[in-house]
């Protein structure tokens, strides 16, 4: 388990549903079968099927798995990131649109609060402007009235991250990004949440590092210690600080990569895989 500055308990490995489509409700209940605890999701039809991880709550109740005892986490998707189907009156102030989107996520999830509520993406590449203050508001306020215990954001740059953290009333919790091994694993945006003791969530760390799966040294070390590349690589992110996200949809991966937090790499191996792409 993570902690988070507030004082709630993270899982140290999250499922992920992106792109499950019909099958989203399946992997939620097998992923919980196989021993996740924690399930990202978002209202993005694009992408999600927040609707189906509530089917699959819904089962999981009726088997004795109680909503307490799982960590559910959902986005704010700003319209730029959403088709025709938003989840909320797109002519509507953004504040409104987050209550509106947030409504439809305890619905869709049939749930009176969620764990932790993320802003999917700032609304542009560089700064943070007015439109992102008014959506950090409203999320604000729903962690201040306590119907989510945390709040975050996702695909966030690093000058973003230090304007936030200096100006918000509360900063994030969490930051879920994309982790290229290229940028030595996101290191800049984690040391920014090292500093400021929020829980970093490295997303897409199989699919964006296909080269690294690949790599001898990192079959080496799998080898050495009768594990996968895809294992080293996720038992490396935990080791590093960081709460990885696993996309997969077959159940001997899921197990598989919950067993990595068995594996221990050496401080070598570790400095070896942190700089192996830069
Ligand atoms: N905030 C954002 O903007 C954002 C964007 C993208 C993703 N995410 C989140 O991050 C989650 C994970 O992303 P991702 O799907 O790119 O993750 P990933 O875990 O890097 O990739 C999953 C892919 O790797 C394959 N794979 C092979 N061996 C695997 C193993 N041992 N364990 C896991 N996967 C293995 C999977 O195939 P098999 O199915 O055959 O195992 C699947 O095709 C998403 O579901 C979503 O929740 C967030």
New binding site residues.
């Given amino acids: 388990m993570l902690r988070a500055y507030n004082d709630v308990s993270v899982p140290s490995f ?7 489509k019909e099958a989203t409700a399946q992997c939620v209940l097998l992923a919980v079968e196989s021993g996740f605890r924690a399930i ?3 209202n993005q039809l694009i ?2 099927q927040e609707a189906l991880v509530g089917e699959a709550l819904k089962s999981l109740d009726q088997q004795g798995v109680k909503r307490n005892t799982l960590f559910i986490q959902t ?1 704010f998707t700003p319209a730029g990131g959403q088709d025709h189907r938003t989840p909320y009156d797109p002519r509507a102030d953004l504040t409104t649109q987050v209550e509106q989107s947030f409504a439809s996520s305890l619905t869709h999830l049939s749930t009176d609060y969620v764990d932790s509520y ?1 802003l ?2 700032p609304f542009s590449r560089r700064g943070l402007g007015e439109a992102d203050w008014e959506v950090w508001s409203a999320m604000e306020a729903l962690y201040q009235s306590g119907k989510t215990k945390m709040i975050g954001v ?2 966030i740059a690093a000058g973003q991250l230090t304007e936030l953290c200096q100006r918000a009333n509360h900063k994030p919790m969490v930051v ?3 982790c290229f091994a290229a940028l030595a694993w996101d290191k800049q945006i984690r040391e920014i949440c090292r500093a400021h003791d929020i829980i970093y ?1 490295g ?7 296909r080269e690294v ?1 690949v790599d001898p040294q990192v079959q080496r070390i799998a080898r050495r210690l009768d594990a ?1 590349s ?2 080293i690589i ?1 038992r490396f992110a935990m080791q590093i600080g960081m709460l ?7 159940q ?3 197990r ?2 919950l067993e990595a937090e068995r594996i221990a790499l050496s401080s070598d191996e570790i400095e070896l895989i942190e700089t192996i792409a830069v």
């Fill in positions: 999250m499922y992920g549903t992106a792109w499950k990202d999701t978002a992408h999600y986005k993320v999917h993406a996702s695909n879920q990004n994309r969530q997303f897409s760390l199989l699919t964006a590092n799966l996968t895809a294992q996720f990885p996200l696993t996309g997969t949809t077959s001997k991966h899921m598989e990569d």
